[in-house]
């Protein structure tokens, strides 16, 4: 990964300087997704969870919130090619039962433009540079900065034929209240 501006991530560890204002980076498409990253700074996540159906991540966090790392255009009815979500190494380690709980205060949330080689070699080879929004996020507990970014890929024949990347956004997922079910005792019912 290539950062396309000096308030991007690096390729090796995602680490934007910290000396430089942050700023929201143009959106690649024309409306914005999502909510600002800077609402999820002071939460302390208690809760990591990847989906194993779709590319999704889900935060949970000690105010009972919860916030979720989307893949820009997925549909999951019309999925298209096969779309994931990839991370740094130590979020990926952490997330290789699916979930993690933890108790960790983020202290910096951004969306940050990336820039890698994506590639296509079905006929010809042809390979490009492709801009995609990730996330980027620190802790207070680790200091380290985290990534998180969307890959499409296409396989022939267990080879990789088509790798690009989409955008990534965060949404608070809006839980609704679990009604409690009465107990009501058993009764005849009329099927006329």
């Not at 893949?71 to 740094?88: A, F, Q, T």
């Not at 200091?143 to 890959?151: D, G, K, L």
């Not at 396989?155 to 956004?169: E, L, M, N, P, Q």
Request: proline share 7%.
């Amino acid at each position: 990964m290539l950062a396309s501006s000096p308030t991007q991530a690096t390729a090796a560890s995602c680490t934007p300087p910290h000396n430089l204002p942050r700023h929201r980076p143009v959106p690649l498409r024309l409306q914005s997704l999502g909510v600002d990253p800077g609402l999820l700074v002071g939460k302390v996540l208690t809760k990591l969870s990847r989906s194993s159906k779709h590319p999704t991540l889900t935060l949970d966090f000690s105010d009972n919130t919860t916030f979720q790392i989307l893949v820009d255009g997925y549909d999951p009815v019309h999925r298209g090619l096969p779309k994931e979500l990839e991370m740094d190494s130590s979020l990926e380690q952490l997330l290789t039962t699916g979930q993690a709980h933890v108790e960790w205060t983020i202290k910096d949330c951004a969306l940050i433009t990336l820039t890698d080689k994506a590639f296509e070699s079905r006929e010809r080879e042809q390979r490009w540079d492709q801009n995609h929004t990730g996330v980027a996020f620190r802790f207070f507990e680790d200091q380290m900065w985290h990534c998180v970014w969307a890959t499409l890929t296409d396989h022939d024949h267990g080879t990789c034929v088509f790798r690009s990347y989409d955008d990534v956004y965060i949404d608070q997922l809006h839980r609704s209240p679990r009604k409690r079910r009465a107990h009501v005792p058993d009764s005849p019912i009329d099927l006329r």
